[in-house]
């Protein structure tokens, strides 16, 4: 794990500022989906840092995602924040214990996807919560709005999962070729 330094913190941050500018970029489908690349940072820092950077790119980087979102800071805004620091921490603790092992988690294609697309799920699901409380705070719950969409948000959840893990393996072994960025 790495200690919090300069380098460290503008690594975070240059991370938590390309996940604000990768979730910009984003496929819209009905029902108020999106699909995009925001995590991209979230896990490269996760496979090639280890879970403490990983949880501060995703918290700062969805951070600003919802303060700079036509809805501001509102009384759920941390609440918004947790699902990508969840998938973070999962993906890191598992790549940090697969580099202990002796084998990188980017080298084994296999144990990236599966670890990924159960992050995804377990992040979806967190989503779903945190859609569902935000709609009780704020009073427009309704079981269609919340849990109607449920699936087809696991679906695009996993898919997004899948490129952004098919990105992210040969992104952080080209990470790890530099080796300044990683000292």
């Not at 879970?51 to 509102?74: C, D, H, K, R, W």
């Not at 009384?75 to 890191?92: K, N, S």
């Not at 079981?143 to 893990?165: E, N």
Request: overall charge positive; charged content about 10%.
């Amino acid at each position: 794990m790495s200690r919090l330094n300069a380098k460290v913190i503008c690594r975070v941050a240059l991370l938590a500022a390309m996940y604000f500018l990768l979730n910009m970029l984003e496929i819209r489908t009905p029902g108020n989906l999106h699909i995009t690349f925001d995590r991209l940072p979230v896990v490269v820092s996760a496979l090639a840092f280890g879970p403490m950077e990983a949880v501060l790119v995703a918290m700062f980087g969805e951070l600003l995602n919802q303060i700079i979102s036509p809805y501001g800071i509102t009384a759920t805004t941390l609440l918004w924040v947790i699902p990508p620091m969840i998938q973070a921490a999962i993906i890191g603790v598992v790549a940090l214990r697969a580099q202990a092992a002796g084998k990188r988690m980017e080298n084994r294609p296999v144990m990236c996807y599966t670890v990924s697309i159960l992050a995804a799920i377990v992040t979806t699901a967190a989503n779903t919560a945190v859609i569902w409380l935000d709609s009780v705070i704020y009073g427009y719950y309704t079981f269609a709005l919340v849990f109607g969409s449920a699936m087809i948000r696991f679906v695009t959840g996993v898919v997004a999962a899948v490129l952004v893990a098919t990105v992210a393996m040969p992104l952080t072994i080209l990470l790890r070729r530099q080796k300044s960025l990683l000292s």
